[in-house]
């Protein structure tokens, strides 16, 4: 049985006993009800992810980011070059990027993964060298992966947070870095979700009109090529998909199966958790949406998902910023659970 495999079968639902607690005493705490709005849906999910009412306050938080590059720029489908995965790579390793300073802002780690970077990156003790591949390959011509090297970067991502998880983190936040990576995203989404590839589509990292019109014809193209099937997840990841998608998606499984949440961040990383989620529909319990953000399939894959973002900010940098700011949302919905008096120990009447 391949680690995948173990993983897979190890998720198991979210308690709903718990989940229902989590909403008793949401009714019994000194305020209107419902009145915490969304906080009160994040800590019931918090309550039904730790199978315990009220849920530990979520405390050693993590970032893993992976970094990967995509054949498909060749298609001219971004305005940057593919050299500035390297360098922003480099630059988030040595602390100097947004995430960087949102995660201090935060109190999180920031763990940098290679999982198919084109180029060799320099030596760094900041930078964990898991490469699967040099890049994938042209998704236009053929399968950006094969199902080998795809299910090679899913474990990627498991045994990244096995690790994190082993080392004390309670709740896993997803990062990337990866020019041209929302092509694939796009493609992905449209798949799992169903909306036409317009519609999901942005223009990622400053693409112009002319350039988001091929990016559009691009993925288009691809679709048509591989015919990739929403029920087909692995099938799917490797035709249209990039490694760090495929290691994101195994992030995300592989908190699934300790039990441990995710915050997912904007597109890339909400078209990851749809491959997790199409591999097994119950790592969807364990998920959390951290931003809405400027791209629109953001949106047509966190209501796939069935999530509601926290914030939108009109973020569209990745990274796992989204992430990283919604992460005190999620902390003040769990200490509402544990820290609010009720009605009963208040001595405050009901409404």
Same mark, same amino acid.
């Given at each position: 049985?391949?680690?995948?495999?173990?993983?897979?079968?190890?998720?198991?639902?979210?308690?709903?006993?718990?989940?229902?607690?989590?909403?008793?005493?949401?009714?019994?705490?000194?305020?209107?009800?419902?009145?915490?709005?969304?906080?009160?849906?994040?800590?019931?999910?918090?309550?039904?992810?730790?199978?315990?009412?009220?849920?530990?306050?979520?405390?050693?938080?993590?970032?893993?980011?992976?970094?990967?590059?995509?054949?498909?720029?060749?298609?001219?489908?971004?305005?940057?070059?593919?050299?500035?995965?390297?360098?922003?790579?480099?630059?988030?390793?040595?602390?100097?990027?947004?995430?960087?300073?949102?995660?201090?802002?935060?109190?999180?780690?920031?763990?940098?993964?290679?999982?198919?970077?084109?180029?060799? @990156? /320099?030596?760094?003790?900041?930078?964990?060298?898991?490469?699967?591949?040099?890049?994938?390959?042209?998704?236009?011509?053929? /399968?950006?992966?094969?199902?080998?090297?795809?299910?090679?970067?899913?474990?990627?991502?498991?045994?990244?947070?096995?690790?994190?998880?082993?080392?004390?983190?309670?709740?896993?936040?997803?990062?990337?870095?990866?020019?041209?990576?929302?092509?694939?995203?796009?493609?992905?989404?449209?798949?799992?979700?169903?909306?036409?590839?317009?519609?999901?589509?942005?223009?990622?990292?400053?693409?112009?009109?002319?350039? @988001?019109?091929?990016?559009?014809?691009?993925?288009?193209?691809? @679709?048509?090529?591989?015919?990739?099937?929403?029920?087909?997840?692995?099938?799917?990841?490797?035709?249209?998909?990039?490694?760090?998608?495929?290691? @994101?998606?195994?992030?995300?499984?592989?908190?699934?199966?300790?039990?441990?949440?995710?915050?997912?961040?904007?597109?890339?990383?909400?078209?990851?958790?749809?491959?997790?989620?199409?591999?097994?529909?119950?790592?969807?319990?364990?998920?959390?949406?951290?931003?809405?953000?400027?791209?629109?399939?953001?949106?047509?894959?966190?209501?796939?998902?069935?999530?509601?973002?926290?914030?939108?900010?009109?973020?569209?940098?990745?990274?796992?910023?989204?992430?990283?700011?919604?992460?005190?949302?999620?902390?003040?919905?769990?200490?509402?659970?544990?820290?609010?008096?009720?009605?009963?120990?208040?001595?405050?009447?009901?409404?």
């Amino acid at each position: 049985m391949t680690l995948l495999d173990e993983t897979l079968a190890a998720i198991v639902p979210s308690s709903a006993a718990a989940l229902g607690e989590a909403e008793a005493r949401q009714l019994q705490l000194t305020k209107p009800a419902g009145s915490l709005g969304r906080l009160e849906e994040v800590g019931n999910r918090l309550a039904a992810i730790a199978r315990q009412c009220p849920p530990p306050v979520p405390a050693r938080p993590l970032v893993g980011l992976f970094a990967g590059d995509h054949g498909v720029c060749a298609q001219g489908v971004s305005p940057w070059p593919q050299e500035v995965t390297v360098q922003m790579a480099l630059n988030i390793a040595s602390g100097g990027a947004a995430i960087n300073a949102i995660s201090r802002q935060v109190g999180a780690d920031v763990w940098v993964t290679d999982v198919g970077v084109a180029a060799e @990156l /320099p030596e760094h003790p900041g930078i964990r060298v898991r490469k699967v591949r040099a890049g994938t390959r042209d998704f236009t011509v053929e /399968p950006a992966m094969t199902l080998d090297e795809a299910r090679a970067a899913l474990e990627v991502g498991i045994r990244a947070a096995g690790e994190a998880v082993d080392g004390g983190a309670d709740i896993l936040l997803t990062g990337e870095m990866g020019i041209g990576n929302t092509t694939p995203s796009s493609a992905l989404i449209s798949v799992f979700s169903g909306v036409d590839v317009p519609t999901v589509t942005g223009r990622g990292a400053g693409a112009g009109d002319e350039m @988001l019109a091929r990016k559009v014809a691009v993925i288009e193209q691809a @679709l048509v090529l591989h015919n990739p099937d929403s029920g087909d997840a692995l099938r799917t990841l490797a035709a249209v998909g990039g490694l760090e998608h495929a290691a @994101l998606g195994g992030f995300i499984l592989g908190a699934a199966a300790r039990k441990v949440p995710v915050i997912i961040d904007g597109v890339i990383a909400a078209s990851a958790a749809c491959v997790a989620v199409g591999l097994h529909a119950d790592a969807r319990g364990y998920l959390i949406s951290g931003h809405a953000g400027v791209e629109p399939g953001i949106r047509a894959a966190v209501e796939w998902l069935g999530l509601k973002p926290l914030v939108d900010l009109d973020l569209r940098l990745g990274e796992g910023t989204g992430a990283a700011l919604a992460l005190p949302m999620v902390q003040a919905a769990a200490r509402v659970l544990n820290e609010m008096a009720t009605f009963d120990s208040a001595g405050v009447a009901e409404g």
